[in-house]
T-cell receptor
């Protein structure tokens, strides 16, 4: 049982380049999330999707776009990468109601130079 | 602003000792308070969680104490073991928030032999 799978695991981008981070879950969860983790900042929500076909901004959405491709997949796109987007990105999934656990992927370590 | 404040930033405990991590929040609309454990190179994983109508929850060596009036909650790890060395995040979820989590800044715990 894979849980939440993120690709790639590592990526180096030049300033201004674009890329898409991929995330897929096999737990049939309705909700999916993208967080970024920075030293001393904890995890901060970038975007989330409460259910297939819906997306909404989180705490730090600027510079990012998302696509909920289907129930399993939720991608995060950086259109023009900036050094401030150097971070570790985590995708998570859960049910949107009740005291349910959010399951996280292994993360994507992104460096923008 | 940081809606969930976590302390200390780092903690060193001797094997067999008690590790205590504290969190405080301001927003009374939070209705669910999980703790996540993260090992290097891995995504966070749910450790234990509590609702605000309960003052304490214990699972094995891990206990959450919750003080609703003070808007504070803490994680106690009894008989700390080297395998507990990890980063711990407290989190809080807004009522009706679709399981979106606001995280504390994290505590890096090291348990020494």
């Amino acid at each position: 049982n894979a849980g939440v799978t993120q690709t790639p695991k590592f990526q180096v981008l030049k300033t201004g380049q674009s890329m898409t981070l991929q995330c897929a879950q096999d737990m049939n969860h309705n909700s999916m999330y993208w967080y970024r983790q920075d030293p001393g900042m904890g995890l901060r929500l970038i975007y989330y999707s409460a259910s297939e076909g819906t997306t909404d901004k989180g705490e730090v959405p600027n510079g990012y776009n998302v696509s909920r491709l289907n129930k399993r997949e939720f991608s995060l796109r950086l259109e023009s990468a900036a050094p401030s987007q150097t971070s570790v990105y985590f995708c998570a999934s859960s049910e949107p109601w009740g005291n349910t656990e959010a399951f996280f992927g292994q993360g994507t370590r992104l460096t923008v130079v | 602003q940081q809606q969930v404040k976590q302390s200390p930033q780092s903690l060193i405990v001797q094997k067999g000792g008690i590790s205590i991590i504290n969190c405080a929040y301001e927003n009374t609309a939070f209705d669910y308070f999980p703790w996540y454990q993260q090992f290097p190179g891995k995504g966070p994983a749910l450790l234990i969680a509590i609702r605000p109508d309960v003052s304490e929850k214990k699972e094995g060596r891990f206990t959450i104490s919750f003080n609703k009036s003070a808007k504070q909650f803490s994680l106690h790890i009894m008989d700390s073991q080297p395998g507990d060395s990890a980063t711990y995040f407290c989190a809080a979820r807004l009522t009706g928030g679709g399981n979106k989590l606001t995280f504390g800044t994290g505590t890096q715990l090291k348990v020494e032999l």
